[in-house]
């Protein structure tokens, strides 16, 4: 698995970790009580779904614990005037006549339709330590790539309000 995470976000997956097993796992358990309370467990939908609801926190519970043991913790930190973890970045694209702007964050937090784009996507590798007005390569495979240049960089707070992706 071999995420890499920074402190901030193992910190969130714990507190979600935390909330997963002090909370949930209560709530969901007594769940399963109340549904097997009410007879015939073979034809009784509620027992069914709620023990379902039980086995998905307690999956979840398990995948975010071995993504903290597994992590690779990165640093944050850029240079001001580069495009690092965080930043909000404007760049145009040159094929499309468009331009977009996408934050750059770690591959638990990437999601392209909220223009969070991953440091380990294609664009996400072609932007980090590049500068305002640099024209750089964006290599989707070996065999397309295109261009884009790079309009402004924002150094943005990561406040966790990009929640990490739910699987």
Known sequence: MN????AKDIERIEKEIEYRKLVLRKELIESVKEARAHGDLSENFEYHAAKQEKNKNESRIRYLERMVRTAHIIEEDSADDEVGLNNTVVVYIEEDDAEETYKIVTTVRGNSLKGLISIESPMGKALIGHKAGDRVEVKV?????????????????DDGSDALRKF
């Open 141 to 157: 495979n070996e065999d397309y790539s295109y261009y884009v240049q790079i309009r402004s960089i924002e150094n943005t707070i």
């Open 3 to 6: 995420d890499e995470l920074t």
